[in-house]
């Protein structure tokens, strides 16, 4: 009866629809003859912040463009798989009823997807039939729509760049309700800004992607173990043409010569006439809990444990596609793990220059506020996006914290030393940013204004990302 | 067993459920409802994903006279039709019912009348030809009159009635007609209602109805335990049932 991304059957005494006011009031507009509108908590993966917001589903493009002419002011939202706020707002337009496949090239693999598609359907869909997405973040549950407004990248950016590179064309309801295409040919100001723009020039109807074809449904790794940071930076640098995918999992705990120890995949398509199984939904799901379970001790030894999972120095192994881009989608609600109060995400990405001694201050200023629970090392290749693009070349950086009283003034000084060295934060991890940081780590953020200005003359569009960041 | 099935009211949540289900299922579709070119998106979708032929089809369910030829216009659009599932309603807003005639008129004339006048017709069709099936989703609100619903739970009471005698007539025929009663789902029908409890998802109740449907179930509840629930609501005396507030 439960689905991992449908709204769950609920067996308990639900209110739909209706909230108590905590924090942000509900802003009382006329919707329809409705005098009032209900709010409902919404937040991000971190689970934190949480904001009340009034949540309007879109079934079609006719209600897009209804919700985009009627609300004051709103953000779309998929999946929201985004860690921070960049999903929450007063009013937020929800594009998951929009989960239809609209066309499809089998000769070219060009898919025409409505925006609330996710990779779970589009990998479901293509891969019996020989294709696969061409990027893939951490998790295939996120729509198509939130992969083109964060512009998410997968482990192989250094060989193909983000998401944006396979998108063909854009279909968008402009607040004020205009339908439009955009692309590389067609307002390409306003196709550029909405690749990782956040979804602050509009609202995505449909998205055409170009699929990648494979002929396996495995990936032949390579899993190197190393023993400290820099020899995980040297071997990921080295290795940038060698393979197609290659990321880094680094356990940071330890201190001195053995931090950033861990282990670095490098991988490929297999090439083998089986294109299936197709992956399955999670079995393990994860219930609400009351108490933050991620510890320092607890994942002093995990992290230990999880070191010596591969003994060989080098070893090759065939793996499944589900657990080698999508691993922590093997456990359902796998956030619920810290508690209520959540859990806050630090990506960034640095040059490779100054990139580990970058690195090494970032960790070193949180080592004390929090424990790094989760630290995934990647390079980033030479692959221009757009005005709000997160990916420079060089190293990114993602480190995971449970939410401790001090973490988040360590992770602003963190990112300080960031800006500070011409590296960035990503805005769909972020939930801290200040608007002199924003300036500093985006140096096109008026090319950016200057495209929303022009399609947005209202400012209708906004998220609690936007108002905190100064996007907007 | 597959073929084509027509679904009246086909951009409902429910139907959209109902039309995975079905052509995953193996069957082609016919996707009936107002302003039908909306539906391009999900007819795509079906084509796409389960390799079925699906057509649109323009339906106002109030336009009472255009029922008589609905059956000609389905199999001049698409091919002979094998199962006719009908999915529209209109809830409406229960306290308005109480004063404005139109909310009245309208909730009794969608749930009820048209949704009469249309079936009648196809039950026609269905009996000459001997073959088929009918499908229809009424609801828990017409097993009894509740002072919180009672329009709406009498358009839907009436259907039921209506559908009893229809399979009643068309047994013989060997065509078979189900009654579908939901308690309350997760549709935009029920959204921003509040003290709804036990709220099913629209792939739940398809799921349910299908499965009825293989086993040729005269009247389905879904979930299951509404038939319960409604047994123990009908078996309230009247003289202390009028005295709740249900």
């Known amino acids: ?472 | 067993m597959s073929g084509r099935a027509l679904i009246l009211g086909a951009r409902s949540a429910i139907a959209a459920a109902l039309a995975q289900r079905l052509a995953g299922d193996g069957w082609d579709l016919v996707l009936a409802a107002r302003r039908c070119q909306r539906l391009e998106p999900v007819a795509a979708d079906l084509r796409l994903r389960r390799q079925r032929q699906v057509d649109l089809l323009e339906f106002d369910a109030l336009d009472l006279e255009s029922h008589a030829g609905l059956a000609d216009r389905v199999r001049a659009a698409a091919g002979p039709f094998d199962l006719v599932v009908c999915v529209f309603g209109y809830a409406g807003d229960p306290d308005a019912a109480r004063r404005d005639t139109g909310e009245m008129t309208a909730t009794l004339g969608t749930n009820f009348t048209a949704a009469a006048v249309c079936l009648g017709h196809l039950a026609n069709d269905l009996e000459e030809r001997r073959e088929g099936g009918l499908i229809a989703v009424s609801s828990v609100a017409g097993d009894r009159g509740r002072q919180s619903n009672y329009v709406y739970g009498a358009s839907k009471g009436g259907l039921n009635v209506f559908l009893q005698g229809l399979r009643n007539r068309l047994a013989p025929a060997g065509v078979h007609v189900m009654t579908v009663k939901p308690g309350f789902v997760d549709t935009p029908m029920t959204e921003g209602r509040e003290a709804l409890f036990l709220v099913a998802s629209p792939e739940r109740v398809a799921g349910d109805v299908l499965r009825a449907w293989k086993r040729r179930r005269n009247v389905v509840y879904t979930p299951w335990f509404w038939r319960w629930i409604m047994l123990l609501v009908r078996l309230v005396p009247e003289g202390l049932f009028k005295r709740l507030r249900l």
């Not at chain 1, 780590?441 to 906004?462: C, H, N, Q, S």
């Open chain 1, 1 to 472: 009866m439960y689905w991992a991304h449908q709204p769950p059957a609920t067996w308990l005494l639900a209110r739909k629809g209706s909230g108590g006011y905590l924090g942000t009031p509900a802003v009382p507009i006329r919707l329809r003859d409705k005098a009032c509108v209900k709010t409902e908590p919404l937040h991000g993966w971190g689970r934190h912040p949480r904001l009340h917001g009034a949540v309007h589903r879109a079934r079609d493009l006719d209600d897009l463009r209804r919700l985009a002419r009627s609300s004051p002011t709103g953000i779309g939202r998929g999946a929201g798989r985004s860690y921070g706020d960049a999903a929450v707002g007063a009013h937020v337009i929800s594009a998951l009823p929009l989960r239809h496949l609209l066309d499809f090239d089998g000769q070219s693999g060009v898919l025409k997807a409505q925006a609330g598609v996710t990779l779970d359907d589009v990998i479901r869909f293509a891969l019996p039939r020989g294709w696969f997405p061409p990027v893939t973040p951490g998790t295939r549950h996120c729509t198509l729509g939130g992969c083109v407004a964060a512009d998410v990248h997968g482990k192989n950016h250094h060989r193909v760049g983000a998401f944006g590179a396979f998108v063909d064309e854009l279909e968008m309801v402009l607040a004020g309700g205009d339908v439009v295409r955009c692309s590389r040919t067609e307002l390409p100001d306003l196709f550029w800004a909405t690749l990782g723009g956040m979804g602050l020039t509009g609202l995505i109807h449909a998205v055409t992607l170009r699929l990648a074809p494979v002929s396996s449904a495995f990936i032949d790794n390579l899993g190197v173990r190393t023993g400290n940071l820099g020899e995980t930076c040297r071997l990921l640098r080295e290795t940038q043409d060698d393979h197609a995918y290659s990321v880094a999992w680094i356990d940071l705990l330890p201190r001195g010569g053995r931090r950033g120890r861990g282990h670095v995949l490098l991988g490929d398509h297999a090439d083998g006439p089986a294109l299936a199984p197709l992956h399955r939904d999670p079995r393990w799901k994860l219930p609400a809990l009351p108490a933050n379970l991620v510890r320092r001790t607890g994942l002093r030894l995990l992290n230990a444990l999880y070191y010596r999972r591969q003994l060989r120095r080098q070893r090759r192994r065939r793996v499944h596609y589900s657990p080698y881009f999508h691993p922590l989608d093997g456990v359902a609600h796998w956030n619920r793990a810290y508690g209520p109060r959540g859990f806050l995400q630090f990506q960034f990405a640095v040059p490779f220059d100054s990139g580990e001694e970058v690195m090494a201050d970032v960790v070193e200023r949180t080592r004390r506020a929090a424990p790094c629970s989760l630290a995934v090392l990647k390079t980033f290749g030479d692959h221009p996006g757009g005005p709000l693009g997160f990916p420079m070349p060089g190293y990114t950086l993602a480190l995971d914290f449970p939410r401790t009283s001090r973490i988040e003034e360590a992770l602003g000084d963190a990112a300080g030393t960031v800006a500070a060295a011409g590296g960035r934060v990503y805005l769909a991890k972020d939930a801290l940013l200040t608007p002199e940081q924003t300036e500093t780590m985006y140096p096109r953020l008026d090319e950016f204004r200057a495209a929303r200005r022009r399609y947005d003359p209202g400012g209708r569009v906004r998220s609690a990302l936007s108002d905190r960041t100064g996007l907007t």
